[in-house]
Nanobody
Framework: QVRLVESGGGLVQAGESLRLSCTVS????????IGWHRQAPGKQRELVAT??????RNYPDWVKGRSTISRDNANTVYLQMNSLKPEDTGVYYC????????????WGQGTQVTVSS
């Protein structure tokens, strides 16, 4: 029904920036929220940012302004990450949730971000 494809990951040095992209296709009208998550080696997956159909953005406190989620009119959601640290290393996933709740039911395959010190 819904397909999400992430891109933009790579190897960067600490302090640099990176912009991830998530292209959403399929029955987009059923979606209410797109979120970026990450999973560091040996750790649980955690939420980085969300954006709703209405454009409302939310971030967990630990993001502290270093990341910004945005979207264009062509079904692509971006995650701009600045001042990257080695602890930001991990696989970054894009996920989508349906209108009406139920959590994030659709996930992309992820894109690797590696930050060297």
């Amino acid at each position: 029904q819904v397909r999400l494809v992430e891109s933009g990951g790579g190897l960067v040095q600490a302090g640099e920036s990176l912009r991830l992209s998530c292209t959403v296709s399929g029955i987009i009208s059923i979606l209410s929220t797109i979120g970026w998550h990450r999973q560091a080696p040996g750790k649980q997956r955690e939420l980085v940012a969300t954006i709703t159909k209405g454009g409302n953005r939310n971030y967990p406190d630990w993001v502290k302004g270093r990341s910004t989620i945005s979207r264009d009119n062509a079904n692509t959601v971006y995650l701009q990450m600045n001042s990257l640290k080695p602890e930001d290393t991990g696989v970054y996933y894009c996920a989508a949730g349906r209108s009406g709740g139920g959590g994030f039911g659709f996930w992309g395959q992820g894109t690797q971000v590696t930050v060297s010190s």
